[in-house]
């Protein structure tokens, strides 16, 4: 795959998962968790494929690498705060929330002023 193609594949994706979030919201907040829940899982299988359960269990750092570009890494972020937004467990989506509030501030690092 050129880079030209893999950019044209993350952008395609990242809309697509963008639709997803916007869906999981709207079924969130008319208080259709399950369904939510399932499309958010759908949405990290799109992103993550196979590893999706792995990314989501190992550390920020390690997360970076096994995910590897800025764009999807911030698709996973955002994926992160609606979990959150979703999760019942006030503790557990803190802890989603604050996850994806440090891979936002680890991909400000890296890119250029």
């Avoid at 079924?27 to 990290?44: F, P, S, V, W």
């Avoid at 802890?95 to 994806?100: G, H, N, W």
């Amino acid at each position: 795959m050129s880079p030209f193609q893999r950019d044209d594949y993350v952008l395609r994706q990242s809309r697509a998962i963008a639709a997803m979030i916007a869906r999981m919201t709207g079924l969130r907040l008319e208080g259709e968790i399950e369904k939510a829940r399932t499309e958010l899982e759908d949405a990290y299988t799109l992103l993550l494929g196979p590893q999706a359960g792995l990314i989501r269990r190992v550390d920020v750092s390690t997360a970076i690498r096994l995910v590897g570009s800025s764009e999807r890494l911030s698709v996973y972020a955002q994926l992160l705060e609606e979990e959150g937004a979703q999760e019942t467990d006030e503790a557990r989506g803190a802890s989603l929330r604050a996850r994806a509030a440090e891979l936002r501030n680890r991909l400000e690092q890296k890119e250029p002023q």
